[in-house]
């Protein structure tokens, strides 16, 4: 059997290997080795910035597939002059293979990601450094191992959980055994209290260098939301409460300032993964594959797009287009209308991620929000509302976040029968539909669907109107939503890891 790749023997920049200690090596003792690397607090601080860099790649390409564009939010242009890429389309419409190499990527990019924080946690307590600097490095390892293995079990179910540095092909077969899922969810947990109990609130307004870098607030944040998945509300309930009461964030006064280049990291922002515009392979390319590849015109992008781009991707679906209330300023901050050429159909692309102008694709400054303090208002408000309808706190969290969309509150007693809200079910109704507008396009919806248990039921019939919209302008794969899987099939290559 032919082995296409080794899962866990990941080689990061920074060198896993060394020569062997005799008199015959010419190594320059200068060079970074695996024996004489990991030793300084300045080397600690190239690793663990190496332990966040899988999430760039994660973020710009296979995670808005599997995450937005598996849920009824977006979906794709059909272009019918470039078949190379039906491997997305796949995704979109439940019908990819266990090879599909858009899955295998992100699947393969977590586990980069998990082997960078396991080579971290392994070394540092052998490293003198200061008590400081070993608990921000050891939480920030602590929240991105938990980060990648909770969005892995809940993509794939039961996933290997890896704990401890790989070192060899034998220890990469023998750790590639698949862990229950509720094992997984344990140590999500465990490394996300250790988060929470390590890190700091914050890296202080001049410090430059750790914009972007995990707080208390991002653990806090992400273990919420373990719990939520697990129905545990009530231990989501004061995590949540802590955030709000560290008085570390606000909502920007408008919506669309979240997504401003100029703006990045700002009160709002809880997590989000960052990008360097520019040639220098760390700039992010989201208004390129999102924008219609018959979209012409050069003001959004700075360039013509040509056929055979990787465009046309992540398209808001009409059922999104139709969740917004007249009136939401989110719907005219996250959209733009267009009109495809090629079809004659409505065919609004994401105006979210539409920054500065560039000569070329892939390398904008645009960052990708993972946790804002919007979410924590809505995660809140579900958690009070599963603890019992009617909490006064439920409905103002809810509102807060309508009222910065220019939206009138909801309230139990309305006399407006669409603001009107007298049970439990008709609050989890209001929080689900906030949750799709607020955080269209940032990787929620499928989580959210998973989460609630309402996937199966919205993508049947998001299905049937995805088959009315289209059908006229192009043919849906006749296989397509035919099979609503909760989880994505295991990556073959993988699997062959196994036996």
């Known amino acids: 059997m032919k082995i296409y790749l080794y899962l866990f023997l990941t080689v990061i920049t920074l060198g896993l290997v060394g020569c062997k200690k005799d008199y015959l090596s010419l190594q320059p003792t200068d060079s970074q080795t695996k024996e004489n690397f990991y030793k300084t607090k300045s080397q600690f601080q190239q690793a663990i910035n190496g332990a966040y ?39 979109d419409e439940f019908r990819e293979l266990n090879n599909n190499d858009i899955v295998e990527s992100f699947f393969n990019a977590s586990y980069v990601g998990v082997q960078r924080c396991n080579i971290i946690l392994t070394r540092l307590p052998l490293a003198k450094l200061d008590s400081v600097a070993t608990d921000t490095i050891a939480g920030q390892a602590h929240f991105l191992r938990a980060f990648n293995y909770f969005n892995l079990v809940r993509m794939f179910g039961d996933v290997p959980l890896v704990l401890i540095e790989t070192n060899s092909v034998g220890d990469a077969f023998s750790q590639a055994h698949k862990a229950p899922a509720a094992n997984v969810y344990n140590q999500i947990i465990a490394d996300a209290k250790v988060a929470i109990a390590k890190l700091p609130r914050s890296y202080g307004v001049n410090a430059i260098t750790d914009k972007g870098r995990v ?47 100029s703006k990045e990291n700002g009160p709002e922002s809880i997590f989000e993964i960052q990008y360097i515009e520019g040639t220098n392979g760390l700039g992010s390319d989201f208004v390129d594959t999102f924008i219609p590849w018959d979209y012409y015109d050069t003001d959004i992008t700075g360039y013509e797009i040509a056929n055979g781009s990787p465009n046309g991707w992540n398209i808001p679906t009409q059922d999104l287009v139709n969740a917004y209330e007249d009136g939401d300023k989110r719907k005219d901050a996250s959209l733009i209308d267009f009109t495809s050429n090629e079809y004659g159909i409505d065919l609004p692309f994401i105006k979210k991620y539409t920054g500065p102008k560039t000569q070329q694709q892939g390398v904008t400054p645009n960052n990708f929000p993972v946790y804002r303090y ?51 079910e008709q609050f989890r109704a209001a929080i689900a539909h906030e949750r799709q507008v607020e955080l269209a396009f940032e990787n929620h919806r499928w989580f959210d669907l998973l989460r609630t248990g309402k996937a199966t039921e919205v993508m049947k019939a998001h299905a049937i109107s995805e088959r009315a919209y289209k059908n006229g302008s192009w043919q849906i794969n006749s296989a397509a939503y035919s099979n609503i899987r909760l989880l994505f099939q295991y990556p073959l290559n993988q699997a062959n890891l196994q036996h």
Request: with cysteine; proline share 4%; glycine share 6%.
């Open 374 to 424: 919007a979410d924590v208002y809505l995660m809140l408000a579900e958690c009070l509302n599963e603890q019992g309808f009617g909490s006064s706190d439920a409905f103002k969290y809810l509102n807060m976040v309508r009222q910065r969309a220019g939206l009138e509150p909801k309230s139990s007693g309305n006399s407006n029968p669409d603001l009107n809200v007298t049970t439990q």
């Open 53 to 91: 860099a899988p999430l760039q790649g994660l973020y710009n390409g296979s995670f808005w597939a599997m995450a937005e564009m598996r849920s009824d939010n977006t979906s794709y242009e059909y272009d019918p002059y470039d078949r190379a890429s039906t491997n997305k389309e796949e995704i």
């Open 215 to 261: 707080t208390k607030g991002t653990a806090e944040t992400m273990l919420a939301e373990v719990y939520m998945t697990q129905k545990k509300f009530d231990l989501a309930i004061p995590l949540l409460r802590d955030i709000i009461n560290s008085n570390i964030y606000k909502l920007n006064a408008d919506y669309a300032d979240n997504f401003d280049v």
